[in-house]
């Protein structure tokens, strides 16, 4: 092999194990899941969650969760999210009381308070629970539509 073919293989190969790196730091620590009983633990992207709207637009049984403060949610959220706020006191009390066999989306500001939030679903035995990775700043990154409350007045 000449010097010139030897250098493309070896820049191919330190190309594509950077990008196998990348790819596996970036979901370094991500549950995804689903076993044979059809549960399902996801991190998602907030474009894969724009879609996943799109498509339960009609199904009662699908539930987005806002797990940011009242204060954070009144500044802006994905239309129809329900509000929960994970650092009240009562949060778990008030996620342990959903019904664990509908599907949920749920959200924070960047990810961290939803991917706590994923772990504790799964110990209480939520069956389908899609977390949006980067949260509602990566989902307004994005272009995709937030509602922004009315103030009175």
């Not at 509000?83 to 009381?97: G, P, Q, S, V």
């Not at 504790?120 to 899609?130: C, E, H, R, W």
Request: glycine fraction near 8%; hydrophobic fraction near 40%; aromatic fraction near 10%.
């Amino acid at each position: 092999m000449d010097n010139k073919r030897l250098f493309v293989v070896i820049l191919s190969v330190i190309i594509v194990s950077g990008l196998i790196f990348a790819v596996k730091w970036m979901y370094a620590g991500v549950e995804n899941s689903v076993d044979g009983n059809g549960r399902i633990l996801k991190n998602i992207t907030p474009k894969a969650a724009f879609l996943l709207i799109q498509d339960n637009k009609n199904n009662p049984d699908f539930i987005i969760v806002d797990l940011r403060t009242p204060e954070e949610f009144s500044s802006g959220h994905v239309e129809n999210a329900l509000n929960i706020d994970y650092l009240a006191a009562t949060f778990k009390d008030k996620i342990n009381e959903l019904d664990k066999n509908k599907t949920y989306l749920i959200y924070c500001r960047s990810g961290g308070r939803s991917g706590r939030s994923i772990k504790i679903m799964d110990k209480l035995g939520f069956k389908k629970v899609y977390n949006m990775t980067g949260g509602i700043i990566q989902w307004e990154k994005d272009n995709l539509k937030i509602i922004y409350p009315r103030k009175n007045g």
